[in-house]
């Protein structure tokens, strides 16, 4: 059975549910514990204020609880991002461009398109860099995100665990059509995808030129 589209699916979906776990406990715990003092320090059942001590096991309690609790959500944050770093040696690479407002994506052979095709159940390394403002890379299905910055390189990895078809969006405020930045990323079979790669199109070209066209245009401007 898959345990989610990518191979970090599991890894970040268990993290923030461990966290909601602990804030749902703590809300309840603490709601209930506030509701039962309002109760019997009322004033009716307390007229006359007294005052409390220090209380030392308390306070050591209440102290060390948080401290472990953060130290796990810690531990498993550094675990997930030390796993996102880590990028196979064999995994494929794809160049992503991102300018306003579209993703470009160029494969090893050269072929360019405006979405990204990966074969299943293989490691995919994407450079990503922008042609003009900040973006963010985003596919929320696989729980990848990463920022875009012009003149910098950054990488972002993944497998695709089942074959299919998922959305691309861009999470950082990038301009006035920011939110139609969309684009997807199919997910093929390893043969199939290897057809495709080898397959001439006549849409290469110009998006290659359309890419061009935004470095010329990013240098205008600049």
Request: glycine residues 4%.
């Amino acid at each position: 059975m898959s345990s989610g589209a990518s191979n970090f699916v599991g890894s970040v979906d268990g993290v923030f549910l461990l966290s909601i776990i602990i804030s749902v406990f703590f809300l309840v715990l603490i709601t209930t514990m506030m509701i039962y003092f309002v109760i019997k320090y009322s004033r009716k059942r307390n007229p006359k204020a007294v005052n409390v001590h220090s209380n030392t096991l308390l306070e050591v309690t209440w102290t060390i609880i948080p401290l472990i609790l953060v130290l796990i959500l810690f531990w498993y944050g550094w675990v997930g991002y030390k796993e996102m770093v880590d990028i196979p040696e064999d995994a494929m690479t794809v160049e992503v461009t991102a300018q306003m407002w579209l993703w470009k994506f160029k494969y090893e052979t050269g072929k360019v398109t405006d979405s990204l095709y990966v074969p299943v159940k293989k490691a995919v390394k994407l450079i990503l860099t922008s042609n003009d403002v900040n973006h963010a890379f985003f596919i929320p299905a696989f729980r990848v995100k990463k920022d875009v910055y012009p003149g910098t390189k950054r990488t972002i990895w993944f497998i695709a665990n089942d074959v299919g078809e998922y959305d691309i969006a861009c999470a950082e405020y990038c301009g006035l059509n920011h939110s139609y930045m969309y684009s997807k990323i199919f997910v093929m079979p390893e043969a199939e995808f290897k057809n495709w790669l080898n397959a001439v199109s006549d849409e290469d070209p110009k998006l290659l030129e359309e890419l061009t066209g935004g470095d010329e245009y990013n240098s205008e401007n600049q």
